[in-house]
């Protein structure tokens, strides 16, 4: 008896597990919960008239991973009034931005259960996720839910994490003047006695968070045909400038393009989205229906482009997505990349045959110094400070100080004092001072542009000097935190870490790695190190090494096949 009793003690304490609430994101480590895997979510949400406000429920079907005695969900600062698991009433407590649940029942490991959760309120959260992110949008012409990086858990109790994707049944009601779009395929539409209508949709494959929206409003929407099996179907505000218009009927092309190069679309419809910027504040890859401004760059190409960068991530970052946020350069590094690839070949007669090249001549300069910067041949750079310094008298201070933004510690101190000694007491005129500089015996000069601009507002012009850390150019793999998770360096040195691949291995074997790489993982999750280690099976150390450098090193490795090397580009001058 009491070796029973103490069998059964043991089994129930196992039990009394609670699930974690993180999954450890070096980024966002509050976001996502241990415990169990989301399977399927079905969420119903009926809109207040003003879109600001929801009454709704939602059930989640998982696995236990652990044997659970609570568990949590993601969610914010909206009121909970009923939480359901397999049925029975459970416990729960709420804190923005976590539920966490306790069944009557225990959960075991590798047992499925459900949880409905009865909410209502206004959309919203305490935390501060990133800079330059909204959410519940509303605007004149209706509104939008955006949910990158984590935000579906303002709006629904969930997993929010990309490394548990799941599929979704999604009911939407509004008024039925108004369309109710998300993602997916529309199953049905309902009309309600009480003058609203229920819009339906399901998304059937295993879906990340941070790719669901919601949107209310009045689009035209434009059926046009199919790549194959595939729906290709927009949404346009009435606001989409024609260019954008052209640009998103380019979707047929770019899926196209992408399927021949990488593997098939791996979704059963496609298209864009367009709205307003209060609406829609940047692009968004969201899954098979991708989201874009009305207006922007007003040019064919760069439209396009922006187009084929989100039609890009429906593989990388949709099909095969990351496992925490700090793997980002395996979305946004090939996205950037692919989108260059397909303006190249759609474009060819306007950019040019080297228009990759050039994109990465361009961006070099930044990847070697990290921060947003320029390098001046010596004609170049007087032209430059004759243009943008204001017509002044210079104490010997200030020619000190703008010597010293220009130049840094490059510049000798003997012949710092040499030019600072033909100052007189009541100083120099700027004329003056750029004819000492240009007697200087420099090639090239590299600073960066806040360098520049403080010496311009030396000279008295009126300039809005950007912040020390602003600009910021990071090696891709080398995320730490919230506000640099979408700086350049993710996107445009993760490019160039994707390109630098291809020189090194050539056409035929680079695209046949995507290839392998996509099906390995395609509706899975991938890390930095899952895509590394991919590399240095298909294609050797070397090639590992090569990618380990690009991501990871602080200073961007030369480019030898582009005639481009680090040395050439940091910051300072090369004084003969």
């Given amino acids: 008896m009491i070796v029973l009793f103490f069998i059964v003690a043991v089994s129930l304490a196992k039990a009394q597990t609670a699930g974690s609430n993180s999954l450890g994101d070096s980024i966002f480590p509050f976001m996502g919960n241990g415990g169990y895997d989301a399977l399927d979510y079905h969420i119903r949400i009926k809109f207040s008239d003003d879109l600001f406000s929801i ?92 949910s990158q990086p984590s935000l579906m858990f303002t709006w629904n109790p969930v997993n929010d994490h990309p490394s548990d994707k799941a599929t979704y049944t999604i009911e939407l009601t509004t008024k039925k003047q108004k369309q109710a779009v998300t993602n997916g395929k529309f199953v049905s539409q309902m009309i309600n006695k009480d003058d609203t209508a229920t819009h339906i949709y399901r998304i059937d494959v295993p879906t990340a968070t941070y790719l669901v929206f919601l949107a209310v409003g009045d689009w035209e929407i434009v059926e046009d045909g199919k790549i194959g099996s595939v729906r290709v179907r927009h949404y346009f505000d009435v606001n989409t400038s024609p260019l954008r218009v052209a640009a998103a009927k380019e979707t047929k092309k770019i899926v196209a393009f992408f399927a021949e190069k990488l593997i098939p679309y791996p979704f059963s419809e496609v298209g864009v989205m367009t709205a307003t910027r209060d609406l829609v504040p940047y692009a968004l890859e969201t899954q098979s229906l991708v989201l874009i401004r009305t207006n922007g760059y007003e040019d064919l190409k760069n439209d396009t482009e922006l187009v084929a960068h989100e039609m890009a991530h429906q593989w990388f970052g949709a099909l095969v997505t990351i496992k925490n946020h700090e793997d980002i350069f395996l979305h946004e590094g090939f996205a950037t990349y692919l989108s260059w690839v ?235």
């Fill in 55 to 146: 009454i709704a429920s939602s059930t989640m079907k998982a696995v236990a991973t652990e044997d659970l005695s609570s568990f949590n969900l993601d969610f914010g600062a909206m009121t909970v009034s009923n939480v359901v698991v397999n049925n029975q009433p459970a416990r729960y407590t709420h804190a923005d931005p976590e539920l966490t649940i306790a069944p009557a029942t225990p959960l075991r490991k590798g047992q499925e259960f459900t949880v409905s959760v009865v909410y209502s309120g206004k959309p919203s959260t305490k935390l501060r996720l990133t800079r330059g992110f909204g959410d519940w949008n509303i605007g004149f012409f209706g509104f939008v839910a955006m």
């Fill in 342 to 576: 397909f303006s190249l070949e759609r474009f060819l007669g306007t950019v040019g045959a080297n228009y990759i090249e050039k994109k990465i001549k361009g961006y070099y300069v930044l990847a070697v110094n990290g921060v947003d910067s320029q390098c001046f041949e010596k004609k170049q750079f007087i032209e430059e400070i004759k243009y943008s310094l204001y017509s002044k008298t210079w104490s010997a201070e200030e020619v000190n100080l703008v010597l010293t933004h220009f130049f840094t510690a490059e510049l000798s101190r003997a012949v710092r004092d040499q030019v600072i000694q033909t100052v007189s007491s009541s100083g120099i005129s700027t004329q003056q001072l750029i004819s000492s500089i240009e007697r200087l015996q420099f090639n090239r000069v590299c600073l960066t542009n806040r360098q520049l601009m403080l010496a311009q507002e030396l000279s008295g012009s009126f300039v809005q000097l950007p912040e020390p850390d602003a600009g910021r150019f990071l090696p891709p793999g080398k995320i730490f935190d919230a506000d640099n998770l979408f700086n350049d360096g993710v996107y445009d040195r993760g490019a160039m870490t994707v390109h630098a691949l291809r020189l090194h291995l050539g056409d035929d074997k680079f695209w046949a790695l995507l290839r392998g790489f996509l099906e390995k993982f395609k509706f899975k999750n991938a890390s930095n190190a899952d895509w590394l280690e991919f590399v240095e099976n298909f294609a050797g150390v070397k090639a590992r090494q090569l990618q380990e450098r690009w991501l990871f090193d602080a200073v961007a490795p030369d480019f030898p096949e582009l005639q481009l090397f680090a040395a050439d580009y940091k910051i300072g001058a090369d004084f003969k």
